[in-house]
Structures are given as C-alpha cells and as structure tokens.
C-alpha cells in the first residue's frame, strides 16, 4: 500500500502556481518524499526529492513541513502542458531497499486556459 | 540520445499466446524495472533487476517471466498464465551502487498490450 496521501484531483488557472499537497505522516527518518507526473498514456517523470529540507530545481519546489508528515509540490506558473496526474512517494533513497517505488493514485492537476 | 526505449506502443494479441514486449536503455543504468498499469490506476511492480543475470519478483509477478542477459535490455514476457494481460506496461531504470542503493528511476514510453 501507498504511504502517501493526496486529493484525487485539482484544478490551476494557467500561468498561476499550482501547490499540491500530499500526507505522509508515517514516515520514517531515513525515508526521502519524491515527487513524478505522468501525462496521459506516458511514462512518469521524474520532478524532484528531498528529506526534509525545501528543494528547489528547474521544474518545481518541494516544502517539506518540520515535522515532515506532510509535504507540498508547488509548480510556480503553471502551463497547460503541466496537466498530468502527480504522484508523491516516500521511499528509501540508499540502501536496503531494491528502490522500488509504490505509486498511489496521485492527483490529476488539470490546468486550465 | 540517452534513453529508455520500449517496442512497440500498441501490441494486440489472442488469448492464449505468449508476448514479449521489448525494452533497452543506453544510460549505463545497472537497475531496471517493469511495472503495470490498469485505467485509473498507479503503476505496480512486475519484477526487477539489480544487475544482469539476476532479478527478483515484484508485487504481481505471477504470469510474467523476465530475463536479464545484457545489461542494456529487459525483456518481459507475458505468458498465457497471466489472466488479465491487457493493460499500459512501463519500463524503468536506475543508477545502481549510488552510495550501494539506487537512484531516481526514469522511465520508458510504455507499450499499451490488449489480448483479444
């Protein structure tokens, strides 16, 4: 089973910054929040990770909360290209683990003109 | 260009038959994935493979078979035991031996299969 939580779906006006939530209150401390999207009937992308504290890249931002039972994925102006469904996870990033990702359902972002 | 490559993006086959679907990457990844994809849902893990000649079962391994000669592909085969083959299959891959775990996973175009 999925480790995260997040809303099935959301809506962002075009060019506005869309922040997606997730719920991750079990986690643990060596476990790492990664973020991935997939657009309709691709393989997912890769977006960003972090362990507790904020990230930034070329695609997004990730806030991760103190406590880092919940974090947020912010789009910082959002295009009509960004509509995909987004997937947060929590895995271990070195050791132990094979790596292998648990997708939930994720959050279907449609962006909107 | 480096990628994951995977053939073809539609299959259709008849019940009953056996199907490989291809996929080869040119990252120099040791570690590489195979996960399906039901309408609505996440993606769940098939087998995996950490490095050639070896790989492990993942959540519903049952009905498929892989190999892992070359490093570069991974071949999966749906076998006529599988009994809800149709589905989106993803192929992944990752950096092995990253601080002796793995890294982030990147991802192949997916072959759609739909057994008639």
């Known amino acids: 089973d999925a480790k995260t939580t997040q809303p099935t779906s959301m809506d962002c006006a075009e060019g506005r910054a869309a922040n997606l939530p997730c719920n991750h209150s079990?986690?643990?401390?060596?476990?790492?929040v990664y973020w991935y999207r997939q657009i309709h009937s691709q393989g997912p992308q890769y977006i960003i990770h972090g362990l507790k504290n904020n990230e930034t890249n070329e695609m997004a931002s990730l806030i991760i909360t103190e406590d880092r039972k919940s974090s947020t994925l912010i789009l910082p102006h959002a295009t009509l290209r960004d509509t995909a469904v987004y997937y947060c996870i929590v895995r271990l990033r070195y050791g132990g683990s094979q790596g292998n990702l648990i997708f939930g359902k994720g959050t279907k972002l449609s962006v909107k003109p | 260009d480096g990628g994951i490559t995977q053939s073809p993006k539609y299959l259709f086959r008849k019940e009953g038959q056996n199907v490989t679907l291809s996929c080869e990457q040119n990252?120099?990844?040791?570690?590489m994935y195979w996960y399906r994809q039901d309408p609505g849902q996440g993606l769940r893990l098939i087998y995996y493979?950490?490095?050639?000649?070896?790989?492990q079962k993942g959540d519903i391994a049952e009905g498929y078979s892989v190999s892992r000669e070359k490093k570069e592909s991974f071949p999966l085969t749906v076998t006529s035991a599988q009994k809800n083959p149709t589905a989106f299959y993803l192929c992944?891959?990752?950096?092995?031996?990253?601080?002796?775990?793995?890294?982030?996973?990147?991802f192949g175009p997916g072959t759609r299969l739909t057994v008639l």
């Open positions: 079990t986690i643990s401390g060596n476990e790492y």
């Open positions: 493979s950490q490095i050639v000649n070896d790989f």
């Open positions: 990252l120099n990844h040791d570690a």
């Open positions: 992944a891959s990752s950096i092995f031996g990253d601080r002796g775990g793995v890294g982030e996973q990147f």
